[in-house]
């Protein structure tokens, strides 16, 4: 248990369906990131939030759009995706930015599949 | 994105070390993290280097060297739990950046 709970945990989707990741965390922390997995690649930074405010947007396109409500809270919005868009999403918090050496605790991340 | 470098996989038998090593680019550099990862599971925090030398927690310790670019995480007495991805991920010029991951099997 991480304390960053993520749902669903198993998502299969079509590429014209639209669907929603939900993040909370219960760490009291004021940063919140979405990152993408995919197999034998490096994790991949998609955005983060600090303080409820976008701070980073890796490039990533409109297709994935987040939204943070609170603190504790995260979402990404998924419409129109591909099949390369599949992959494992996972969610992440910490005190304030890891750039200043701050941990980072991850959820245990969403499968997504798109068919 | 920076360059992180670890190896894709490596083998070991139970109750041996391993080592597993990263390079990463120097420039901006402000920090390195190690995080192990078991299949389907989330990535859980090791260790945080910042400064050179070595940071010891159990079996498991880190080691930095930041004029060459350079860290390991080592695995002592080693146990079939260990089988995991292990991530490295540095911080330059104020991004955090994770390397693809070794895989680690321990065999019996």
């Known amino acids: 248990e991480t304390g960053v709970t993520q749902t669903p945990r198993h998502l299969v989707m079509g590429m014209t369906n639209k669907k929603s990741l939900k993040c909370e965390q219960h760490?009291?922390?004021?940063?919140m990131y979405w990152y993408k997995q995919s197999a034998k690649k490096p994790l991949e930074l998609m955005f983060v939030y600090n303080f409820k405010e976008q701070t980073e947007n890796n490039s990533v396109p409109s297709r994935f759009s987040p939204e943070c409500p609170n603190s504790s809270h995260l979402f990404l919005h998924l419409h129109t995706l591909q099949p390369e868009d599949s992959a494992l999403y996972l969610c992440?918090?910490?005190?304030?930015?890891?750039?200043?050496?701050?941990?980072?605790?991850f959820g245990e991340g969403s499968w997504l599949t798109v068919v | 994105g920076q360059n992180i470098d670890q190896p894709t996989e490596m083998t070991a038998t139970e109750g041996a070390i391993v080592q597993i090593n990263c390079t990463y680019q120097?420039?901006?550099?402000?920090?390195l993290f190690w995080y192990q990862q078991h299949a389907g599971e989330a990535p859980t925090f090791l260790s945080y280097n910042v400064l050179d030398g070595l940071e010891e927690k159990g079996r498991f310790s880190s080691f930095l060297s930041r004029s060459k670019g350079y860290s390991y995480l080592l695995l002592k007495e080693l146990q079939m739990k260990d089988s995991a991805s292990y991530l490295c991920?540095?911080?330059?010029?104020?991004?955090?950046?994770f390397g693809a991951g070794t895989t680690v099997t321990v065999r019996a």
């Open positions: 120097t420039s901006g550099f402000n920090g």
């Open positions: 992440a918090s910490s005190q304030e930015g890891s750039n200043s050496g701050n941990t980072i605790y």
């Open positions: 760490l009291g922390h004021n940063a």
């Open positions: 991920a540095a911080i330059n010029d104020y991004k955090l950046s």
